[in-house]
Protein backbone atom coordinates (compact mmCIF):
# COMPACT_ATOMS: atom_id res chain seq x y z
CA UNK A 1 0.00 0.00 0.00
CA UNK A 2 1.25 3.17 -0.79
CA UNK A 3 2.37 5.56 2.27
CA UNK A 4 -0.15 8.23 1.34
CA UNK A 5 -3.41 5.60 1.23
CA UNK A 6 -2.13 4.25 4.98
CA UNK A 7 -2.29 7.86 6.26
CA UNK A 8 -5.78 8.55 4.45
CA UNK A 9 -7.21 5.14 6.02
CA UNK A 10 -5.83 5.93 9.50
CA UNK A 11 -7.30 9.77 9.13
CA UNK A 12 -10.61 8.13 7.92
CA UNK A 13 -10.65 5.35 10.87
CA UNK A 14 -9.91 8.53 12.88
CA UNK A 15 -12.92 10.32 12.22
CA UNK A 16 -15.21 7.51 12.40
CA UNK A 17 -14.18 7.08 15.66
CA UNK A 18 -14.69 10.65 16.67
CA UNK A 19 -17.82 10.30 15.25
CA UNK A 20 -18.61 7.32 17.98
CA UNK A 21 -17.12 9.32 20.36
CA UNK A 22 -19.19 12.85 19.34
CA UNK A 23 -22.45 11.29 19.26
CA UNK A 24 -22.32 9.17 22.50
CA UNK A 25 -21.15 12.63 24.26
CA UNK A 26 -23.70 14.59 22.27
CA UNK A 27 -26.19 11.56 22.91
CA UNK A 28 -25.95 11.49 27.21
CA UNK A 29 -25.60 15.35 27.32
CA UNK A 30 -29.02 15.93 25.35
CA UNK A 31 -30.88 12.99 26.79
CA UNK A 32 -30.07 14.75 30.22
CA UNK A 33 -31.94 18.32 29.34
CA UNK A 34 -33.80 16.60 27.21
CA UNK A 35 -35.39 14.82 30.64
CA UNK A 36 -34.47 17.74 33.34
CA UNK A 37 -36.30 20.22 30.72
CA UNK A 38 -38.63 18.06 29.60
CA UNK A 39 -38.14 18.77 25.72
CA UNK A 40 -39.50 16.09 23.92
CA UNK A 41 -37.57 16.78 20.72
CA UNK A 42 -34.12 17.45 22.14
CA UNK A 43 -34.57 13.61 23.92
CA UNK A 44 -35.33 12.33 20.62
CA UNK A 45 -32.22 13.57 19.39
CA UNK A 46 -30.14 12.41 21.84
CA UNK A 47 -31.23 8.76 21.65
CA UNK A 48 -30.79 8.90 17.66
CA UNK A 49 -27.19 10.22 18.68
CA UNK A 50 -26.72 6.95 20.49
CA UNK A 51 -28.42 5.15 17.34
CA UNK A 52 -25.88 6.85 14.87
CA UNK A 53 -23.06 6.00 17.03
CA UNK A 54 -23.99 2.37 17.08
CA UNK A 55 -24.56 3.00 13.34
CA UNK A 56 -20.81 4.56 13.60
CA UNK A 57 -19.13 0.95 14.82
CA UNK A 58 -20.20 -0.25 11.31
CA UNK A 59 -18.07 2.57 9.12
CA UNK A 60 -15.43 2.01 11.57
CA UNK A 61 -15.26 -1.64 10.48
CA UNK A 62 -16.34 -0.52 7.26
CA UNK A 63 -13.20 1.75 6.67
CA UNK A 64 -10.68 -1.37 8.21
CA UNK A 65 -12.14 -3.33 5.80
CA UNK A 66 -11.63 -1.66 2.85
CA UNK A 67 -8.33 -0.40 3.89
CA UNK A 68 -7.73 -4.21 3.40
CA UNK A 69 -9.92 -5.30 0.46
CA UNK A 70 -11.03 -1.58 -1.81
CA UNK A 71 -13.38 -3.46 -3.45
CA UNK A 72 -14.68 -5.88 -1.63
CA UNK A 73 -18.69 -6.53 -0.06
CA UNK A 74 -19.96 -5.73 3.10
CA UNK A 75 -19.47 -8.57 5.52
CA UNK A 76 -21.34 -10.50 8.22
CA UNK A 77 -20.72 -7.63 10.83
CA UNK A 78 -21.49 -4.29 8.57
CA UNK A 79 -24.93 -6.09 7.68
CA UNK A 80 -25.93 -6.97 11.39
CA UNK A 81 -24.62 -3.69 12.43
CA UNK A 82 -26.99 -2.29 10.05
CA UNK A 83 -29.84 -4.56 10.68
CA UNK A 84 -29.47 -3.28 14.64
CA UNK A 85 -29.40 0.22 13.55
CA UNK A 86 -32.68 0.08 11.41
CA UNK A 87 -34.43 -1.86 14.63
CA UNK A 88 -33.29 1.15 17.01
CA UNK A 89 -34.79 3.72 14.52
CA UNK A 90 -37.57 2.21 13.60
CA UNK A 91 -38.20 1.43 18.04
CA UNK A 92 -37.35 5.38 18.32
CA UNK A 93 -39.68 6.39 15.41
CA UNK A 94 -42.53 4.27 17.55
CA UNK A 95 -41.37 5.97 21.34
CA UNK A 96 -41.35 9.22 19.51
CA UNK A 97 -45.03 9.28 17.83
CA UNK A 98 -46.38 7.38 21.73
CA UNK A 99 -44.71 10.48 23.38
CA UNK A 100 -46.27 12.75 20.93
CA UNK A 101 -49.87 11.61 21.48
CA UNK A 102 -49.33 11.76 24.98
CA UNK A 103 -48.25 15.64 24.94
CA UNK A 104 -51.34 16.41 22.83
CA UNK A 105 -53.48 14.67 25.10
CA UNK A 106 -51.99 16.20 28.09
CA UNK A 107 -51.24 19.77 26.26
CA UNK A 108 -47.37 18.92 27.99
CA UNK A 109 -45.04 21.92 27.32
CA UNK A 110 -41.13 21.70 27.85
CA UNK A 111 -40.22 24.12 30.78
CA UNK A 112 -37.26 25.22 28.39
CA UNK A 113 -35.55 24.45 25.03
CA UNK A 114 -32.60 26.59 25.48
CA UNK A 115 -30.56 23.43 25.79
CA UNK A 116 -31.90 22.15 22.64
CA UNK A 117 -30.65 25.67 20.78
CA UNK A 118 -26.91 25.56 21.94
CA UNK A 119 -26.75 21.11 21.25
CA UNK A 120 -27.90 21.60 17.66
CA UNK A 121 -25.83 24.65 16.70
CA UNK A 122 -22.77 22.86 18.34
CA UNK A 123 -23.81 19.85 16.81
CA UNK A 124 -24.42 21.59 12.99
CA UNK A 125 -20.77 23.29 13.14
CA UNK A 126 -19.13 19.01 14.19
CA UNK A 127 -21.05 17.80 11.62
CA UNK A 128 -20.49 19.95 8.75
CA UNK A 129 -16.79 19.79 9.21
CA UNK A 130 -17.19 15.99 9.56
CA UNK A 131 -18.89 16.18 6.09
CA UNK A 132 -16.24 18.17 4.70
CA UNK A 133 -13.34 15.81 6.37
CA UNK A 134 -14.91 12.56 5.17
CA UNK A 135 -15.37 13.72 1.33
CA UNK A 136 -11.62 15.27 1.06
CA UNK A 137 -10.54 11.50 2.61
CA UNK A 138 -12.88 9.68 0.32
CA UNK A 139 -11.73 11.39 -2.64
CA UNK A 140 -8.06 11.02 -1.48
CA UNK A 141 -9.07 7.41 -1.77
CA UNK A 142 -11.38 7.43 -4.65
CA UNK A 143 -13.28 5.43 -2.02
CA UNK A 144 -17.11 5.45 -2.99
CA UNK A 145 -17.88 3.95 0.39
CA UNK A 146 -16.12 6.76 2.62
CA UNK A 147 -17.67 9.78 0.28
CA UNK A 148 -20.73 8.29 0.74
CA UNK A 149 -20.93 7.77 4.61
CA UNK A 150 -19.69 11.50 4.09
CA UNK A 151 -22.99 12.18 2.40
CA UNK A 152 -24.91 10.06 5.20
CA UNK A 153 -23.91 12.44 7.59
CA UNK A 154 -25.50 14.99 5.90
CA UNK A 155 -29.05 13.58 7.52
CA UNK A 156 -27.60 14.58 10.98
CA UNK A 157 -27.61 17.84 9.77
CA UNK A 158 -31.00 17.58 8.30
CA UNK A 159 -31.56 16.87 12.30
CA UNK A 160 -29.75 19.14 13.75
CA UNK A 161 -31.51 21.92 12.04
CA UNK A 162 -35.00 20.35 12.82
CA UNK A 163 -34.19 20.53 16.68
CA UNK A 164 -32.52 24.08 16.28
CA UNK A 165 -35.41 25.22 14.46
CA UNK A 166 -38.18 23.77 17.09
CA UNK A 167 -36.24 25.15 20.08
CA UNK A 168 -35.64 28.31 18.93
CA UNK A 169 -39.26 28.71 17.85
CA UNK A 170 -40.30 27.51 21.73
CA UNK A 171 -37.88 29.35 23.33
CA UNK A 172 -38.62 32.67 21.34
CA UNK A 173 -42.85 32.34 21.19
CA UNK A 174 -43.72 29.86 23.30
CA UNK A 175 -46.07 28.25 21.11
CA UNK A 176 -47.81 25.48 22.10
CA UNK A 177 -46.73 22.13 20.60
CA UNK A 178 -43.76 23.46 18.88
CA UNK A 179 -41.48 20.83 20.41
CA UNK A 180 -43.87 18.10 19.49
CA UNK A 181 -43.54 19.46 15.57
CA UNK A 182 -39.86 19.01 15.99
CA UNK A 183 -40.18 15.56 17.49
CA UNK A 184 -42.31 14.55 14.30
CA UNK A 185 -39.75 15.60 11.93
CA UNK A 186 -37.27 13.81 13.98
CA UNK A 187 -39.15 10.96 13.84
CA UNK A 188 -39.78 10.76 10.17
CA UNK A 189 -36.16 11.35 9.54
CA UNK A 190 -35.49 8.26 11.75
CA UNK A 191 -38.34 6.45 9.80
CA UNK A 192 -36.54 7.07 6.43
CA UNK A 193 -32.72 6.22 8.34
CA UNK A 194 -34.26 2.83 9.72
CA UNK A 195 -35.43 1.73 6.07
CA UNK A 196 -32.16 2.89 4.26
CA UNK A 197 -30.53 0.98 6.57
CA UNK A 198 -32.33 -2.54 6.14
CA UNK A 199 -31.85 -1.51 2.52
CA UNK A 200 -28.14 -1.35 2.90
CA UNK A 201 -28.43 -4.81 4.88
CA UNK A 202 -29.79 -6.29 1.71
CA UNK A 203 -27.61 -4.91 -0.85
CA UNK A 204 -23.64 -6.35 -1.17
CA UNK A 205 -22.09 -3.44 -2.57
CA UNK A 206 -20.33 -1.12 0.00
CA UNK A 207 -21.84 2.31 -1.36
CA UNK A 208 -24.48 3.83 1.10
CA UNK A 209 -26.96 6.05 0.95
CA UNK A 210 -26.07 9.68 -1.12
CA UNK A 211 -25.45 6.68 -3.85
CA UNK A 212 -26.17 8.71 -6.58
CA UNK A 213 -24.40 11.79 -5.68
CA UNK A 214 -21.53 9.95 -4.58
CA UNK A 215 -21.11 8.18 -8.24
CA UNK A 216 -21.35 12.28 -9.71
CA UNK A 217 -18.64 12.76 -7.58
CA UNK A 218 -16.16 10.16 -8.37
CA UNK A 219 -16.37 10.50 -12.15
Known amino acids: MHPDSYKFYRTAYTLAVFTIVYN ?5 VSIYF ?9 FGF ?11 LGIAHMVLRIQKNPVGQRDRFEKTAL ?13 LCASIIVNLLTAHRPDTTLAGVIISVVS ?16 SLNSPAIIADAHCTTVCVYMSVVLLIASA ?3 LTGTAYVD ?3 AAALAFF ?7 CFRQSRNDDHCGCGDEATDSETR
Open 180 to 182: DLG
Open 83 to 95: RVTGFAFYALVAG
Open 34 to 42: GVSDESLSL
Open 46 to 56: GADSFIEAVSG
Open 24 to 28: ILEGI
Open 124 to 139: IGVMLALIRAKTRVGR
Open 190 to 196: SFREGRE
Open 169 to 171: AYE
